[in-house]
Nanobody
């Protein structure tokens, strides 16, 4: 069973940056997609950015284009999310996701069965 371990969350002031990392382990299959979702109390999980590992093609939700960058280190089965120009509204629990399947909608949470435990990001004004 695949395991996903996030790291890199924390607290930062508005305008600052954080880098999240996710390491995959425990599966002999190759992930096709890896990425990030986030969740805040009272709101649905929101897709942030997902990467097609094979093609290295990124998918970004509109609010994060130009501010967040997703990348991979395939040799280490990790995916990173560089978050720049952070805003207080970016405060959330960020979750790593992965799938070994080819999916139609990479930014929809129902496409993923493998989720990490989450890492908290807090942005203060």
């Amino acid at each position: 069973q695949m395991q996903l371990q996030e790291s890199g969350g924390g607290s930062v002031q508005a305008g600052g940056s954080l880098r999240l990392s996710c390491a995959a382990s425990g599966s002999s299959s190759t992930n096709v997609y890896m990425g990030w979702f986030r969740e805040t109390p009272g709101k649905e999980r929101q897709g942030v950015a997902v990467l097609n590992i094979e093609s290295d093609y990124p998918f970004y939700a509109d609010p994060f284009k130009g501010r967040f960058t997703i990348s991979q280190d395939n040799g280490k089965k990790t995916v990173a999310l560089q978050m720049d120009n952070l805003k207080p509204d970016d405060t959330a629990m960020y979750y790593c996701v992965a799938t070994t399947d080819w999916i139609r909608f990479p930014l929809r949470p129902e496409e993923y069965r493998s989720w990490g435990q989450g890492t908290q990001v807090t942005v203060s004004s």
